[in-house]
Structures are given as C-alpha cells and as structure tokens.
C-alpha cells in the first residue's frame, strides 16, 4: 500500500487527530455501563477483544472509549483507530499481518507519538495472523495497548487463542437489551434491585413500560433500528444486517458452494425459533444430510446469529445427543420478526426469545427440559454448586395451565422448591402440588437482570 493511501485512511479513520469535536464518537448514545466495564480494563496490559454479532455497537464503543481517553487527557494522535472492513482495505487484506505493519509503521513515522499509544483494531477477522503480529509488540512489552474486535468466533477459538492465550480479556456486546432500551427512550426507572421492588417503585408507568416492551418484542435491540423513525426504513436495516452476515461471516469466509441452501436453511430457523428440531427434521425440506444442516447452523453460531439449547440431563451424553431435538434462539428479535413473513408476530415466541438472550449473558449454560410438558428454561449455574433454576414463559395477562404445569413438573423431576412464570404483568405466588410457583411480570424481570448484567447498578 502506498503512503498516500495510507494518509488517507488514516485520516478518515481518525478526524479527532485534527479535531476532536468531529470524533466519530460525537451524537452516538453512550452505553455507559459497557464503558465502565471496559474502562476498567484499560489498566491492564491484556489485550481487548470486544466480539459479537455485526452491528451490535462494537464500533461504536471503540469510538466512546477514544473518546473518553481523550476527555482524560490523553493526546488525540495516541489513539490510533483502523477500520480494517473499510472497502478500501479489502484489496490489501491478502497481505495478512504485514498490512497491519505497514499502517502502524507509517502512523508512528508520521505522527511520532509520544507516550502510551492505544491501537484500536476494527473487524480484525479479516487479517490472517494478526495475532502473530500483536504478539510480537506485546512481548517487547511496548508502551501500547491494543483493542480489537470481531464479528466472528474465530477471532477467539483459533487466531486470539494460541498465540494470546492468556493475555486477552473478552466483552460480548450485544444490541440494547431491554434496560437500555428505555434509557434510550428517555424512562426513567425507579430504583429496585429485586422484581417486587422494580414493580412497586415503577407500578405508575407500568403501562407504558409495557408498551415500550412491545417494541422491543417486535423490533428488537439493534441500535440503528431502536434509533429509525420510519418503519420501512427500520425493515431495511434489519434486511441489510442480515444479508452482510450471511454474506461476510457465514457465505464468504466458509467458501459456502451452494448458498441457497444455507439461505434458506437460515430463513427456516428465523420462522419457527423458538421451537424444537432435530438435524433431520432441518434438513428435510432441502433433503440436506444430518452432517450438512450441522455444519450450517455451527456456521450461524459462529456469525453470533444464532443459538442453540440443548434437553438437559445430569447425564453429558445424553445433552450432548445429536439425535436429541435442539431449541434454536436469535440473536435479536427484530432481525427475526423484519426478515421473515408471518401470519402473525407470536408474541410468546418473542417473549421466550429475548428470556434466553437475557439468561445466556448472565449464566454460562441454559437448557430447556421436556417430560410430558415443558420447561422452556433450566439454568444450571456451576458458580453456584451446579444450581439449577427453572423459568416457564407466558407472555398473557393470566398464565396458561400448560407452563404451569411443566414447570411444577419439572420442580419434581430435579427435586427443586420453587420455579419462576415470566408473565406479561401479573405477580403472584402460588404453592402448587408442594412446589412454589412464582409469577412475575417479564417487564420487572427483564429490568432486574439489565441491572444484573451491568453489575447491579
């Protein structure tokens, strides 16, 4: 690459090096507990791996956090941020860690940096061995520190895990959840750190909550789509979204052969989540093998696109069980709900998918459990001596028997006292066949458990 194509990227990359108040950070809604957390971190050495689904905001905090650095006095030319997708790039991609070489050694000649030099590295998935290349900067210890990102599990499982093992600390950003989306609609919520006081202390705008529940249930978390005014414009968004993951992260990088199938694959998935499937029943309509409907839908999981929940058992083999069906959640309920046409929006589906988006950031594993009902949820907590919790969905004004009683049922098969019934605002507690039965507004719940995820505040 040329210098002068150097200075021009860099330059558009980076206008806070000529002023700050054009930072691209500038007019972005801050996601301030995010920042916390990763402020936090900035101390130390480790290198920053910021992953998630594509457009969940990634960028946008690598751009707040350079914000923040310069608001603490750090010079503007010491944040270095390369945009590593820009189409411009994509020519150059092909000389793997040798390009990232090149931009850094360029930069350091032009605007010779004096002190700590932080390095922000944009959808670096793109870079064959760029992790070869941090190394080798980390382990002179330089006065540099680095903050990369990527839309695709391979920045962790193979690049970043063998030669970074051990010096990396990782952030999963994901799109609003439901406690930031009502920061962005400007409610404010009472102060509550359980489900009754959450209730008690907002029990005057609950209505309006619900409301704003509504949206979210319909469209999602994504913040560009949160933040449209027009619904045909929301709708385009989220089509763009999913077309440049199928394109970039799943299409492209496995060098898919036959992409309809893996599209309409995809397009299956979107329409019944929520439900249970078995690999053969997937790849029944396409006549795909067991092994080609596999392999697909670990490519969506590896995209952060989707995922999987598996029957629990004490037994691994039998979670484990390929044959055994698998329930199947998306990352955001307005990627589902703009991308699929449906007779109607199933609000349980909706309620039950953002419930598991919700658990998974907060627990390491989560199940669902089928006797002769269903629990949609068993949370096994292994921080806490392999404590199990059960949750039920039932998004209605009065709970249908049905969960109730595979939750009650399930109670009794793992020997637990109580289980939750996430309602649409009914709050009660009920024993039932000697087992607690809690129900609880998934308003409250979700408003708890935001908390929760950005450390109780």
Known sequence: MENAEIEILINKWNPHFQDTSKGSWVGSVP??????????????RHVIVLTGVRRSGKSTLMQQLIGKLIEQETEPKNALYLHLEDVLVRPYLKLGWKLLEQLHAYYLEKYNPQGKVFVFLDEIQGVSEFNRWIYSHYE???????IISGSRQSLIESEASTLLTGRTVRFDVYPFNFFEYLVTQNVQVGKGSTVEEIRDHNFSQSTAILHHLGNVLNEGGYPEIV??????????IASTYYRDILTRDIINPHDIRNPSEIESLGLQVLSDFTKTHTYRSLGRPQKL???????????FYKAYLFFESNHFSYKTKET???????????????MRNFNVVVPR???????ENVVFLELMKNHPSVYYWRGKQEVDFVVLDTRQEAKLSLYNVSYTDEPHEREVKGLVEGLKEFKLDKGTVLTKNYFDKKVINDKT??????????????????KGV
Do not use: H
Not at 445 to 453: P, T
């Open 320 to 334: 484990q069980d390929i044959q055994k069906p698998r329930k199947i959640y998306v990352i955001d309920n307005g």
């Open 437 to 454: 039965v809690e129900f609880v507004p998934l308003w409250a719940w979700l408003i708890v458990n935001g908390r929760v995820f950005f």
């Open 31 to 44: 996601r301030e507990k995010y920042l916390q957390r990763l402020w936090e971190a900035m101390d130390l």
């Open 345 to 351: 929006k199933d609000l349980g589906q909706c309620a």
């Open 227 to 236: 933040l449209a005014q027009e619904q045909r414009n929301k709708e385009l």
């Open 289 to 299: 093998s067991v092994n080609t409907v596999k392999n697909y839908l670990n490519y």
């Open 140 to 146: 002179k210890k330089e006065n540099i520190k680095f």
